[in-house]
């Protein structure tokens, strides 16, 4: 059994919900077990009997409860009263959902339903419980000023040991994990589902393993090698999901690459009007930026992701084993997110990616792990405060106004180390970053082999930035002012582009 204890407000039973939904398991309030069984509710039962002769009845319930079959439950605050009570929670796992009491009180205010919250020793009551709380937990953990999601997941993590990144925005709760083995236990570490319909690259090994440890119903989709994030792709998908009747409450599993994980992505945020997806990247692309943020599109022959959602994943499992440059023909393109990543947000985190650079280079799965780790962990904290673009999300596009258009020109996978430099230019020649600042983009990228140099005309470019989302009175684009230092927006003139791909031929 789990059970959630807490002071009166600490939301036991909502986070309850929460944890019971992600484990499978019913959840169960005592309170209102307590009423089911007395046929009245409990201010009732305080008014006719007194708090004495609802703590009896109280004190069977649980004891009942906790003898059935396995739930989470939760607990009224003044269950732990009772020696008897304590006694039995000692065979369980126990949670303290700890509440302040101003947070307590700004919780419950108006509330006439808790007959205790009448008492003039409140404060003492909050004092004298927590002591009790902390006493039976086996898991504490703070609730002030933080929604449930995230308090659920932390839960979880408490009583089940699990480990990886929170990424906790608005639109949904979720943690990537990151360590070797996680592709041959993925059924154990993804949420219930009726029936899992998989989307996955024809030939891909990780199909057999992933399939072992899957529970339920199983449709796989096998997409080819090749472009796939299209609107015949998506038809085919979404046709096939209806032969499965899949359900909201089912389960979308991305597995592959970054062209994998959004058309399967886009087909959850949008089949059903929104259905549950998960992901399991088997890229180094997807391992550090598509498989985080929720960010799902397809491709028109005009332009990329000129049709997209945001729909964030319930569960991210990043296993990095056998993700090597031999194995990923987009790994380049995988580390230079690793350091779009760092330069726009933590620079500190690009002398541990060039100590790093041999090993990376040379397929060391520890060292992929490591990279892939600090490059979710810092996107987590992005998406987290900013899940729509309006802030610092923007500054994740960080070379990409060149890159995306670059692509269109033919050049693949090297265009976002082209487009990263390319920027660097651009905020040299505009007076945003010095000389210094652009030999720093091109040691990092020539540290793990990536190109700093190729040719390009802006009258080639320019049509293709008209259906640029950043597109607006005129192209514009991220750039530094340093490292760390990034400003979305920035407009340009036609000869400082011009110059900065000039300074990109000319690289050596």
Known sequence: MIVLVGFMGAGKTTVGRLLADRLGLPF??????????????????????????????????????????????????????RAGTREVLAAHTVVHLDVSFEQAKRRTAGDTYRPMLRRPDLADLHAARREVFRALADVDVLTDGRRAE?????????????????????????????????????????????????????????????RR??????????????????????EELALRAADAALHPDDLVLAVGDEAVVDVAGFLAATYNRGTRWAVVPRSLEALVDSSVGGKV????????????????????????????PASDPRFGAGVAEAVKTALVADPADLDLLLAQAPAVRAGDVEAVAALVR???????????????????????????????????????????????????????????????????????????????????????????????????????????????????????????????????????
């Open 28 to 81: 169960v309030d005592t309170d209102l077990v307590v009423e089911d069984r007395e046929r009245r509710t409990i201010p009732q039962i305080f008014e006719n009997d007194g708090e004495s002769a609802f703590r009896d009845v109280e004190e069977g319930v649980v004891a009942d409860v906790l003898s059935g079959p396995e739930a989470v439950v939760s607990l009224g605050g003044g269950a732990c009263g």
């Open 150 to 210: 995230v308090i659920a997941l932390e839960v979880l993590d408490g009583v089940t040991g699990q480990e990886g990144v929170l990424v906790a925005p608005p639109g949904g709760t979720y943690r990537v994990q990151v360590r070797r083995g996680l592709l041959a236990e993925a059924g154990a570490h993804l949420p219930p589902a009726r029936s899992t319909f998989v989307v996955v690259r024809s030939g891909d090994p990780a199909l057999e393993a992933l």
């Open 213 to 234: 440890s899957l529970s339920g119903a199983v449709t796989v989709v096998e997409l080819p090698a090749g472009p796939v994030k299209t609107l015949a792709t998506y």
């Open 297 to 324: 599109a397809l491709d028109l022959p005009q332009a990329r992701n000129l049709l997209g959602a945001v729909h964030q994943p319930v569960a991210v499992l990043s296993d990095p084993d056998g993700v090597t």
């Open 374 to 508: 600090r490059a979710v962990a810092t996107k987590a904290r992005i998406v987290t405060a900013d899940e729509r673009e309006a802030a610092g999300r923007l500054h994740l596009n960080y070379g990409h106004t060149f890159s995306h258009a670059f692509e269109q020109l033919g050049v693949d996978r090297d265009a976002l180390p082209l487009g990263l430099m390319a920027a660097a230019h651009l905020a040299r020649r505009t007076g945003f970053l010095d000389d210094a600042g652009v030999e720093l983009h091109r040691t990092a990228l020539r540290a793990f082999g990536l190109p700093t140099a190729h040719r390009f005309d802006l009258a080639d470019l320019q049509p293709l930035w008209l259906r640029d989302k950043k597109f607006k009175d005129g192209v514009r684009f991220v750039l530094l002012h340093a490292p760390g230092r990034p400003e979305a927006g920035v407009p340009a003139t036609d000869d400082a582009l011009t110059g900065a791909l000039d300074d990109l031929a000319e690289d050596r």
